[in-house]
């Protein structure tokens, strides 16, 4: 394994940006980043090709890439996508949560998407070095640095095929809250006219057209007054599968939570750290469908307590009231739940180095 990690590192050229922000400039930057507008100095770069494999990995100045008209994603949208944090410690220097995990996820959407599988060291290796160049970027206190490594078809050619040719990238992006005004609880609309992904679909892997086909009941959402868009299953239009962007939990008067099972959903790390946390606490999970109807009605009823989205992004979001042309409901008193604020508090001290460290997630980021 350390062989491979050093022949990992040392596949990559590293030519430093010459034009790289001012200090002053990024403290300001780094004061209210938000989320996904900006972005550090570097990026990496790794071809491929199917004659020649990974080759001529780079870290280098982040700029705009030249391609051309016909270059296969613009068409054919073969592109899939991770994202993952980086986050400062205490001591100064930065770490990243299950970022084995992310290269395992990409290289099972990769497989879905019919391109070639990144080694998983080489993946690892690439987002050490844009954390380890960008060091500057990552943000104390409650913001993290966003990573996002990406790859895409860049062959010149319209056939309907898979590319034979490919670029990986990772740029950086320092984030805060994913949702803006850092709100207690986000409202959610169910989509009823669209639905995200069908069984033997792409709604498994993370590939930039799941989110291109959520962009307009998204849009729907928000012109309902909400936040994000919560998604059935295609075939009884009845299960609730998950957001646009971020898996569901499910808190009842029991004391037991339940989230919707694999399958079409994202397997979230988010989502996975949980289950594994609370199992640890003795709190009894449970991976099961769960309808609309009966969503309503345990509201309603008092039965269901909370409810709360995770992800990368939106970390654990408690979700105040739900939103559908059958009408709305409110989910317990509207705000955070203890079990989300409790949650939330364990994950990103595990994350952030500041308590024990049990399944040995967190790994020195450079
Ligand atoms: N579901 C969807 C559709 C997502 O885009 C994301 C975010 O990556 C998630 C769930 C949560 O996944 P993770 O916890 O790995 O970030
Ligand atoms: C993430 O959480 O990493 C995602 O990709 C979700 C996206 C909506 C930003």
């Known amino acids: 394994?350390?062989?491979?990690?050093?022949?990992?590192?040392?596949?990559?050229?590293?030519?430093?940006?010459?034009?790289?922000?001012?200090?002053?400039?990024?403290?300001?930057?780094?004061?209210?980043?938000?989320?996904?507008?900006?972005?550090?100095?570097?990026?990496?770069?790794?071809?491929?090709?199917?004659?020649?494999?990974?080759?001529?990995?780079?870290?280098?100045?982040?700029?705009?890439?030249?391609?051309?008209?016909?270059?296969?994603?613009?068409?054919?949208?073969?592109?899939?996508?991770?994202?993952?944090?980086?986050?400062?410690?205490?001591?100064?220097?930065?770490?990243?949560?299950?970022?084995?995990?992310?290269?395992?996820?990409?290289?099972?959407?990769?497989?879905?998407?019919?391109?070639?599988?990144?080694?998983?060291?080489?993946f690892l290796e690439a987002v050490r070095q844009i954390v380890s160049i960008d060091r500057d970027w990552v943000p104390s206190g409650e913001g993290a640095l966003y990573l996002r490594p990406f790859m895409f078809g860049s062959e010149v050619m319209l056939g309907v095929r898979p590319s034979s040719e490919y670029l990986f990238l990772v740029i950086a992006s320092p984030a805060g809250n994913y949702f803006k005004g850092g709100k207690d609880a986000v409202t959610i609309w169910v989509s009823n006219d669209y639905t995200r992904a069908a069984p033997g679909g792409t709604g498994a892997a993370k590939c930039g057209g799941n989110y291109a086909a959520g962009l307009l009941p998204q849009a729907q959402a928000v012109a309902n007054g909400c936040d994000q868009v919560v998604f059935l299953d295609a075939v009884e239009r009845r299960w609730v599968d998950e957001l646009g962007g971020m898996n569901l939990f499910f808190v009842f008067d029991d004391g037991s939570i339940n989230t919707p099972p694999l399958g079409t959903i994202l397997p979230g790390i988010t989502r996975d750290s949980l289950l594994t946390i609370a199992r640890d606490r003795g709190i009894k999970v449970s991976e099961s469908p769960y309808a609309i109807d009966q969503w309503r009605a345990d509201a309603e009823s008092g039965r269901l307590r909370e409810t709360f989205a995770c992800g990368t992004a939106a970390v654990i979001t408690p979700v105040g009231e739900v939103r559908s042309v059958d009408g709305n409901f409110k989910i317990g008193d509207g705000g955070a739940g203890p079990v989300a604020k409790e949650l939330r508090k364990t994950l990103t001290d595990i994350q952030r180095g500041n308590a024990p460290d049990p399944h040995g997630w967190v790994q020195k980021a450079y």
């Open 1 to 122: 394994m350390e062989e491979t990690a050093k022949a990992a590192k040392q596949q990559f050229n590293v030519r430093p940006n010459a034009q790289a922000i001012s200090a002053a400039e990024r403290a300001t930057l780094l004061e209210d980043p938000g989320f996904g507008r900006v972005f550090t100095d570097h990026m990496v770069v790794i071809k491929y090709s199917d004659d020649r494999g990974w080759y001529d990995a780079e870290v280098t100045a982040r700029a705009p890439l030249s391609i051309d008209p016909a270059c296969s994603v613009l068409h054919y949208a073969q592109e899939i996508f991770e994202g993952m944090k980086a986050y400062r410690t205490q001591d100064g220097g930065a770490v990243l949560f299950r970022p084995d995990a992310n290269a395992r996820r990409f290289r099972q959407s990769a497989e879905r998407l019919a391109m070639p599988l990144i080694p998983e060291e080489l």
